[in-house]
């Protein structure tokens, strides 16, 4: 695996155009630790999801996007500078996009920061197969 | 054709190599950018381009240029080898996405598992960039032929996607969560019904259904698009 010392991040207008952007830049990361095409296309498709809960809450101008790795496991946070309170609601956690990340990902969750937007992030570890 | 009759005359094969210069001179271009001078190369190029003034046999029933051609890339191929370069012959991007495609279908059932983009890349001796690249063109913008055969079965995709559902029922509570699943093509929303309600991995609906990994891997992505196209048109 590529050594990714620290995390990567990654800053977008809040738009539906640059998701596509945060897709590619995950995809590119996730392909140079290593991870298979099936994985990968995973968390491209989690992290559409993920963008697309935080850009419905609509009052939010930009994206901000961290990738980084805990031994084999991918960790992705997208955060928006929107001003959602309280986050997440319940409507969030019982969405089509939310079940989606679940089965696509090992663990997903919602929190809020202390002075920052609403957030969700993800964890995905690179599945063992026996051969 | 007329110039070919004269030959040996040498009037009559500058004549020809004046006429095809421009050839040779496209393709020093085609492989330029390599590390090696495009001077070189346009002179490796020409010298192949009398080479097949020489050996051409108007006899054969090829046309000059298609000969001139050949001769004059194997030229350039072969300066690339004796100067110790790994030669990559220029594909554009759709060349590319079948290529990987290809190596994909293989190499996901030699291993048992999917290939990384360094795997896929060695394997087809293309760019880790390339392959992703191509990957993502595949995802997005091609639609497997659900008509295609499956296997060495003589049964279709959609057939075999078919049998499923005679026990499948989709649960209305989970259409609720996305209303846009009712517009979704049968299939695409059994897919989705498995992979997310159900959790099955990719590989168990691969077997329930009787298609590859890749393709399910596909059909998911295309039809979670799909979908949030549709929401966004309510």
């Known amino acids: ?131 | 054709m007329e110039l070919f009759r004269r030959l040996p005359d040498p009037t009559a094969r500058d004549a020809l190599a004046t006429e095809f210069l421009p050839l040779a001179e496209y393709f020093a271009r085609r492989f330029s950018g390599r590390g090696e001078p495009v001077d070189d190369l346009t002179q490796t190029a020409s010298l192949g381009l009398l080479n097949a003034i020489d050996r051409f046999d108007p006899e054969r029933g090829v046309p000059f240029s298609t000969y001139a051609a050949a001769t004059i890339v194997g030229e350039l191929k072969r300066h690339f080898r004796d100067r110790g370069w790994a030669l990559r012959v220029p594909r554009n991007v759709q060349e590319t996405a079948i290529l990987v495609n290809r190596t994909v279908s293989t190499m996901w059932q030699d291993l048992g598992r999917a290939p990384t983009v360094g795997e896929i890349a060695r394997a087809a001796d293309i760019g880790e960039d390339d392959v992703l690249q191509a990957l993502d063109a595949l995802q997005a913008y091609t639609t497997d032929s659900l008509d295609a055969p499956v296997g060495d079965a003589s049964t279709t995709a959609a057939e075999s996607i078919g049998s499923v559902d005679r026990s499948f029922q989709v649960s209305e509570d989970w259409l609720s969560l996305a209303p846009a699943l009712r517009d979704l093509p049968e299939r695409e929303r059994t897919i989705l019904y498995l992979r997310f309600f159900e959790g099955r991995t990719q590989t168990e609906i691969a077997g329930e259904l009787g298609i590859s990994q890749m393709h399910v891997s596909r059909l998911v992505s295309q039809s979670l698009e799909k979908l949030r196209k549709l929401a966004e048109e309510v």
């Open chain 1, 1 to 131: 695996m590529t050594n990714l010392p620290t995390a990567v991040s990654v800053d977008v207008p809040a738009t539906a155009v640059f998701v596509q952007v945060l897709r590619n830049v995950v995809a590119g990361i996730a392909a140079r630790l290593d991870l298979p095409i099936d994985q990968i296309e995973d968390i491209r498709l989690a992290v559409t999801e993920a963008a697309s809960l935080l850009l419905e809450e609509g009052d939010a101008t930009s994206l901000h996007m961290s990738v980084g790795r805990d031994g084999d496991t991918m960790e992705v946070t997208l955060t928006s500078d929107g001003r959602s309170d309280p986050w997440p609601t319940d409507r969030v956690t019982a969405s089509w996009p939310w079940l989606v990340m679940q089965g696509l990902t090992d663990e997903v969750r919602a929190d809020r920061a202390e002075g920052a937007g609403p957030s969700i992030g993800f964890t995905k570890g690179r599945e063992r197969v026996d051969r």
